[in-house]
């Protein structure tokens, strides 16, 4: 379960360092942004692209079926990439410096 744990928030953490300003998927994250605005949604930017952390609830629950299959190690799993993305986080604040 560690391997899985690890896995996951290294894809959710790439996902989410590539969308920040001047990566690849920047120009998505500019019209999700847009869009959700739109539809008074605002709010789940948090969960989709903006919180390493809130990013590891929502996405472990969609990435873990479609990589393991569903079993119920996906709850305990879902825990530990929500715990291993904020060491994570803490660990890239430190090192960039972000407010």
Do not use: Q
């Not at 690890?6 to 590539?18: N, P």
């Not at 999700?32 to 539809?39: G, I, Q, R």
């Not at 692209?49 to 079993?71: A, K, Q, R, S």
């Amino acid at each position: 379960m560690l391997t899985k744990i690890i896995v996951l928030s290294l894809i959710i953490t790439g996902i989410h360092v590539s969308l920040h300003d001047g990566m690849l998927l920047n120009c998505v994250r500019v019209k999700l942004t847009e869009w959700l605005t739109k539809v008074h949604m605002g709010v789940l930017s948090r969960p989709l692209y903006d919180c390493n952390i809130c990013m590891g609830g929502i996405y472990t629950l969609v990435l873990y079926p479609l990589i393991y299959g569903l079993d119920w190690y996906i709850l305990p799993t879902m825990v530990g990439v929500i715990g291993a993305n904020t060491l994570i986080a803490a660990l890239l604040k430190y090192l960039y410096h972000e407010d």
